[in-house]
C-alpha cells in the first residue's frame, strides 16, 4: 500500500526491494500452515484453530522480519546511536515493531475465530456451479 500510495522512503533500489518486495513477500510462510488450519475448520475445533492462526501469524511475521532485520543492519546501520552496533540497532529497531504486529494480528485472530468458520465455509454446489457457468 504504501508504494501505490508513494509514502516510501528508501535508500537504494536494493534496499527497497528488499524491504518492499521481499520482505512483504515472506509473509506468505503464514500459508505453510494451510493444512492443520483447513483440519481445525473440518473439525469444528475452534481452540485448535485458533492456535494454527497465530502460529501462522507468527511464522509469517518473522519471515517477513528477517528481510527488515537483514536491510536494517545493511543500509540503515549508520543511524544507529553511538557505540551501538548496526546489528543490534536493527535487532531492536525491528524487533520492536515484529513484536507490536505479531500482538496485533493475533488479537484479530482472536477477534475473528468465532466468526471464522461462517466467514470461510463455502457452498461448494454452487462455487462448482459458479465456475461451470463461467
Known amino acids: 500500500m ?9 535508500l537504494t533500489p536494493l534496499q527497497f526491494a528488499i524491504e518492499y518486495f521481499v520482505a512483504f513477500t515472506f509473509v506468505g510462510f503464514a ?3 494451510y493444512r492443520p488450519i483447513q483440519t481445525s475448520l473440518k473439525n469444528g475445533n475452534r481452540k485448535q484453530l485458533l492456535m494454527w492462526a497465530i502460529i501462522g ?3 509469517g511475521s518473522l519471515a ?3 528481510w527488515h532485520f537483514v536491510a536494517g543492519f545493511i543500509f540503515w546501520g549508520e543511524y544507529a546511536p553511538e557505540g551501538q552496533s548496526a546489528v543490534m540497532y536493527s535487532l531492536i529497531a525491528n524487533g520492536t515493531t515484529v513484536l507490536g504486529a505479531i500482538a496485533f494480528c493475533s488479537i484479530v485472530i ?3 475465530a468465532g466468526s471464522l468458520p461462517r466467514l470461510l465455509k ?7 456451479a459458479d465456475r461451470k457457468a463461467s
Open 57 to 59: 501469524v507468527i511464522a
Open 31 to 33: 500459508g505453510l500452515l
Open 2 to 10: 504504501q508504494v501505490v500510495l508513494g509514502d516510501i522512503y528508501f
Open 122 to 128: 463455502t457452498n461448494h454446489a454452487a462455487w462448482t
Open 64 to 66: 517477513r522480519y528477517f
Open 110 to 112: 482472536a477477534l475473528l
